[in-house]
């Protein structure tokens, strides 16, 4: 059962639906220990813990994950996080209606052109259908590039660099209206 749905006009039907730890944990196991994903900090862990951890967030009254599909399929993760309370407690002025986000997308062998803004944009999009939140927070690794690019082509703007016990990060943050004005008339060439 969905929890949220977009339609990408040349992708198709993304979806997200609530993770269930225990049965979810080796297909992300396969996601979050792959070479490509080296910024999700899982790559030793075994499927026991990946479990453990996906149970431990799913347990907290402040932070959820969430599986999403693409045609059907799943496709990618995303969490999400009340920032004054989570992950960046102390490290940064939080306001009323901020939701931090993280998200992942499954290793593939045939990449589709436009499939990881796809993926942000439902992402960011299923976090604005909340009329509560005003501002999506990131903090992905100082040396994640490729997402920082992605993050500024979604609307996000950089507040500057932080240091996580687990890494440097580079916080950022989108309004509603900056995410609007950057994806209207998605998707791009």
């Known amino acids: 059962m969905s929890t949220f749905t977009r339609i990408d006009a040349r992708l198709g039907l993304f979806a997200l639906r609530p993770l269930d730890p225990d049965a979810d944990a080796p297909l992300l196991h396969r996601w979050v220990t792959h070479p490509k994903a080296a910024f999700w900090l899982m790559g030793d862990a075994d499927v026991a813990a990946v ?9 907290h009254p402040h932070h959820d994950a969430y599986l999403g599909s693409w045609r059907g399929r799943p496709a990618f993760l995303a969490e999400r996080y009340d920032p004054a309370r989570v992950e960046l407690v102390g490290l940064y002025r939080s306001e009323p209606g901020d939701v931090g986000m993280h998200f992942l997308c499954a290793p593939t062998d045939t990449p589709a052109h436009g499939f990881t803004r796809a993926v942000i944009t439902t992402v960011l999009a299923w976090l604005f259908a909340d009329p509560a939140t005003r501002r999506v927070v990131v903090e992905p690794d100082v040396r ?4 920082h690019a992605l993050n500024a082509a979604v609307g996000f703007t950089v507040v500057g660099e932080i240091r996580k016990p687990e890494k440097d990060a580079l916080l950022s943050v989108v ?14 060439a």
Not at 144 to 147: D, K, P, Q
Not at 177 to 188: L, M, N
């Open 144 to 147: 994640n590039h490729a997402v």
């Open 51 to 59: 479990a453990r951890e996906y149970r431990r967030i799913a347990a």
């Open 175 to 188: 309004t509603r209206d900056q995410f609007r004005d950057a994806t209207e008339g998605d998707p791009p």
